[in-house]
């Protein structure tokens, strides 16, 4: 993307360009350079080279549906008028219909956007606009094409055949009742296509938030199986780990920055916006309704932790490895004691899956030789017990004389003692963090459960975050204080021979 495109803020999840079929995406992108006297950006020539590729073999569309996920003010609305002016210019008599959050919202837009920007351009002259109520559409004058509106019903799309379909703000739409209006209407035409456009929703964004997930479904099966359907996907998006306020995460998720939009304009918008709304517009982000605060997270006391400059003392620690619920993400976390009478604590690894879990670890162990390896036997991550033992990292064989790299195994009641250790030492400023984003992301998101007298991380209740880096970090935390014995009687072994 970046040596064709220039593009260097690349999608989380998107369908790559296909180089053995041809694409209308270059008459797509002269387009828009007439529609708004400006070249297309990076990210929406990409976005239209892939959408709009043809079929060799029989000359149609290569895809059927096309999502388009983006934070606000990204030039969205200019990828898909380009895409309807488009189509109105370069085929006979085709019907292209587009929708917004509801009919009066499609009606503003058609009229104060997107005949505004037609009226100002190059293009002018080349369509005849009809405004009578209910019958709305702008008609391409060499090919009697038009582009109209419709509301958000079951209704929606009845009538004629269907050409193009296109569904903007799909966030304020509850259930799939326009999509599922339109898409009769295109079965007998063979170069139909449907788009649906929109930045991130809330929990009752019901049609968006299914679409995105069947998107990043599709991307994610295709790259591994390499057969790719006729669905376009595209979604930029930070994920809940990254902090708000980097603009690194901004250049992560949104592709119009340093073009249209700058840093300035976004921390402005972020000094003036609730947080959770300003995620989810510029982020990409569902809004999700807030819990109280738990009382047992020392989120604030957590900032004041971190000492980028810190580093492990490698001779005093312990790792510790913990797997998510539903087992898509593994992390290895450790602690270190360090001279001061401090932890350093530190993610050290942190990736999609479980089956790359045993063999990191038998490398770091072998890296580092830990003073534990702690891994929760309750937990997700206890499943893993018999890959580690493959890799000879097990149980001491002597409780009462463990070795370097030996597993230290919490069972219940340890839990609620590491769970106390970690809140008890963030509080007092005994430990040290560097501020990786995923631990201190999952710190943010978390919540506890009650645990007997006492309490516990809770992985299902954790606001949809990953906190696997932060029970890993505990355990870890915990592991140390155990076996810093270890480290001690190899010290005096050392000085007595010395």
Not at 19 to 27: C, D, F, I, Y
Not at 217 to 244: C, M, S
């Amino acid at each position: 993307m970046r040596e064709t495109y220039g593009l260097t803020c690349v999608p989380r999840w998107g369908t790559p360009r296909n180089w053995s079929r041809p694409t209308l995406g270059g008459k797509a992108a002269r387009v828009m350079t007439a529609l708004v006297g400006a070249e297309p950006m990076p990210w929406q020539r990409y976005v239209l080279d892939v959408a709009l590729e043809i079929e060799p073999d029989t000359g149609r569309l290569a895809y059927r549906k096309v999502g388009l996920s983006v934070p606000r003010q990204q030039g969205k609305t200019e990828t898909v008028l380009t895409v309807m002016v488009h189509r109105i210019m370069a085929w006979q008599a085709q019907n292209v219909s587009y929708t917004a959050q509801t009919r009066i919202d499609a009606r503003k837009r058609w009229e104060d956007e997107f005949l505004a920007k037609l009226d100002v351009s190059k293009l002018k002259g080349k369509y005849h606009p009809r405004k009578t109520t209910g019958n709305e559409a702008i008609i391409w004058k060499s090919t009697r094409s038009r582009l109209g509106i419709t509301s958000t019903t079951e209704k929606a799309g009845h009538g004629p055949p269907l050409d193009l379909g296109v569904i903007d703000e799909a966030f304020a739409h509850k259930d799939d009742r326009v999509e599922q209006a339109m898409s009769p209407a295109m079965l007998t035409r063979g170069n139909a296509q449907m788009w649906w456009a929109s930045a991130g929703g809330t929990e009752q964004s019901v049609f968006l938030n299914e679409k995105r997930k069947a998107g990043r479904e599709i991307i994610e099966r295709a790259w591994l199986t390499g057969e790719w359907p006729a669905v376009a996907y595209f979604e930029w998006y930070a994920p809940d780990e990254l902090p708000r306020d980097d603009p690194d995460t901004w250049a992560t998720c949104m592709p119009a920055l340093g073009y249209t939009v700058t840093p300035s304009i976004i921390r402005t918008e972020l000094e003036s916006m609730d947080e959770s709304e300003f995620d989810r517009a510029y982020l990409n982000r569902t809004k999700t309704a807030r819990p109280p605060l738990d009382p047992n997270v020392p989120r604030e006391e957590w900032k004041t932790c971190a000492r980028l400059d810190s580093r492990p003392d490698t001779d005093a620690l312990a790792l510790a490895v913990e797997v998510s619920t539903l087992r898509d993400w593994s992390s290895i976390s450790a602690a270190s004691a360090l001279p001061d009478g401090t932890a350093h604590i530190e993610l050290i690894d942190r990736r999609p899956g479980t089956d790359w879990v045993a063999p990191a670890l038998a490398r770091l162990r072998e890296i580092w030789s830990p003073l534990a390896v702690a891994i929760d036997s309750k937990g997700p991550v206890a499943s893993l017990m018999g890959e580690l033992a493959g890799y000879g990292i097990t149980p001491p064989e002597d409780p009462d004389r463990p070795v370097r790299g030996d597993l230290a195994v919490l069972r219940t009641p340890d839990v609620a003692v590491a769970c106390g250790q970690m809140a008890d030492a963030i509080r007092r400023g005994t430990i040290v963090h560097i501020d990786q984003p995923p631990l201190t992301g999952a710190i943010n998101g978390a919540r506890t459960r009650p645990l007997t007298d006492a309490w516990a991380w809770s992985r299902s209740r954790s606001d949809s975050v990953d906190i696997s880096p932060l029970v890993a970090a505990t355990n870890a935390l915990w592991a140390l204080r155990l076996r810093l014995d270890v480290a001690q009687a190899d010290y005096n072994v050392l000085d007595s021979v010395l």
